[in-house]
């Protein structure tokens, strides 16, 4: 068998399945490898400044509340379902810290604990009303993040609370690792955990396939309420963690920084499903594209852009990549429910 079909003269099945793989591994690092571009241009204009490594332990570090809150969303995205709330979530969870451990004085380990359990809870909440009453997710968690973020005005007297436990600062931004902060390092370790989960147990593969194709999935046996409600459980959580960092990132809590995060995390999620496994939202995908976004917006800072450009970054990403995301997918619509 030559290049060209000895009957047809067309390319010989070898030829057009090795353009296929070239097309598809072109489609799964595009990102990476517009990611480098970035760094590369940006590197040829401001070479002492945006290539020194102070710059990028600083870029790794203090995203990595940003891709833990996207990990996040990813879970319940992937179900089929979005949580408006991981942002309510992740800024209660600090705040909690805060309140128990500045205000009142607790131990640092159980606070976190609690924290933790607080982000479960509201979950739980949100599975109960969506899946219950039958509500469309973003209705639902919109409405709860609000009501969330009354009650850390509450608790906080709409004020930033500092002083949380040295411990916790120290084993999340002053404790590094070839100079970048551990923050960084627990996001990456919750990246590989996701992907694990995803591609090789079994909730990790009904959580697919309910994304994919709910009422076929509950066909073939699959707990489709069971699946969607663990998803939103596991993603209250993983967003109360990102609360936790966020917490010993700035040694204190802001009642309302932490929900300017959630757009920028819908922005990552989205343009992550074009990366790695193009159509699906993925952990690896999510990851490359928080660092992408955040080296785009640093290098325009540091040529002297406007603040506002982090808005315009972030809000045209989540557009384009919604957008990137549905031409993979054959244009598609989204079974969101």
């Known amino acids: 068998m030559t290049s060209l079909d000895m009957q047809t003269g067309k390319p010989s099945l070898s030829m057009r399945v090795s353009k296929l793989n070239w097309k598809t591994e072109g489609e799964r690092f595009a990102l990476v490898f517009s990611w480098l571009l970035?760094?590369?241009?940006?590197?040829?204009?401001?070479?002492?400044?945006?290539?020194?490594?102070r710059n990028f332990s600083t870029m790794f570090g203090s995203q990595a509340v940003l891709v833990v809150l996207t990990l996040a969303i990813v879970i319940p995205l992937t179900s089929g379902d979005f949580d408006l709330s991981g942002a309510s979530i992740l800024t209660m969870s600090s705040m909690i810290i805060a309140v128990l451990?500045?205000?009142?004085?607790?131990?640092?380990?159980?606070?976190?604990?609690?924290?933790?359990?607080?982000?479960?809870?509201?979950?739980?909440?949100?599975a109960f009303f969506v899946l219950y009453f039958r509500i469309h997710s973003l209705i639902v968690t919109l409405g709860v993040g609000t009501f969330v973020?009354?009650?850390?005005?509450?608790?906080?007297?709409?004020?930033?609370i500092s002083g949380v436990s040295m411990d916790l600062v120290e084993w999340v931004i002053i404790n590094r690792l070839f100079g970048i902060p551990l923050a960084f390092?627990?996001?990456v370790g919750l990246a590989v955990v996701l992907w694990y989960v995803m591609e090789?147990?079994?909730?990790?593969?009904?959580?697919?396939f309910v994304g994919r194709a709910r009422e076929v999935a509950r066909l073939n046996g699959i707990n489709v309420t069971r699946v969607r409600a663990t998803s939103f459980v596991v993603s209250g959580t993983v967003s109360a963690l990102a609360g936790l960092l966020y917490a010993g990132m700035t040694g204190s809590a802001d009642p309302l920084s932490g929900l300017n995060l959630l757009l920028p995390a819908?922005?990552?999620?989205?343009?992550?499903?074009?990366?790695?496994?193009?159509?699906?939202?993925?952990?690896?995908?999510?990851?490359?594209?928080v660092y992408f976004l955040v080296t785009g917006i640093t290098g325009l800072t540091m040529l002297g852009a406007n603040t506002y450009v982090q808005n315009l970054f972030?809000?045209?990403?989540?557009?384009?990549?919604?957008?990137?995301?549905?031409?993979?997918?054959?244009r598609q619509p989204q079974d969101f429910s």
Not at 316 to 321: E, M, P, R, S, T
């Open 149 to 160: 973020n009354g009650l850390i005005l509450w608790i906080s007297n709409s004020q930033t």
């Open 200 to 208: 090789f147990t079994i909730p990790g593969r009904k959580l697919l």
């Open 38 to 53: 970035l760094i590369v241009l940006f590197g040829a204009l401001m070479p002492d400044s945006f290539l020194s490594w």
């Open 266 to 289: 819908f922005a990552a999620a989205f343009l992550g499903a074009t990366s790695i496994v193009p159509g699906r939202f993925n952990a690896f995908g999510s990851l490359i594209s």
């Open 185 to 187: 390092f627990y996001a």
């Open 314 to 330: 972030y809000g045209g990403a989540l557009v384009i990549a919604v957008s990137l995301s549905q031409l993979v997918r054959n």
């Open 101 to 126: 451990n500045v205000k009142l004085g607790w131990p640092i380990v159980p606070v976190l604990l609690i924290a933790l359990l607080t982000g479960a809870v509201i979950g739980a909440v949100n």
